[in-house]
């Protein structure tokens, strides 16, 4: 198993992730159906801000929560879905990457998947 090192691993690691968060039963409609994605506009923006969380590389520009929020008033976005997000993620990392980013990758992974189902149920009670 390789280590998380390059571009080229977050591409291929956002790549390996997204096929399989198309297809999930629990959160393949808020990508297919609620947010009708542009994957080729999304994708590259996944491997700028993972470049960015991992390599402290500055390319990622945008407001990950601005983007979820009217999504969150079209379809409550709840902790279970966070969850599934999280445990996608956490299994296309084990299945092809180990080493520190890899493990960086879940925890920042893991803290995001916190603060955005804090933020998404709070926005839905205001």
């Known amino acids: 198993m390789k280590k998380l090192e ?7 690691l956002i ?3 997204y096929a399989k968060v198309v297809k999930d039963e629990v959160i393949g409609f808020f990508f297919n159906d609620v947010a009708k994605v542009d994957w080729d506009k999304h994708l590259p923006k996944m491997y700028a801000f993972w470049e960015s969380v991992l390599f402290g590389q500055m390319t990622y520009k945008g407001n990950p929560m601005g983007a979820h929020f009217p999504i969150n008033e079209i379809q409550a976005i709840e902790q279970k879905h966070f969850d599934r ?3 996608l993620w956490t299994t296309t990392i084990e299945e092809n990457f180990k080493g520190e980013n890899a493990d960086t990758a879940i925890y920042k992974a893991e803290n995001i998947a916190r603060l955005m189902a804090f933020k998404m149920d709070l926005a839905r009670r205001l």
């Open 85 to 87: 997000w999280l445990h």
């Open 6 to 12: 390059s571009r080229e691993d977050i591409e291929h």
């Open 15 to 17: 790549n390996s992730f």
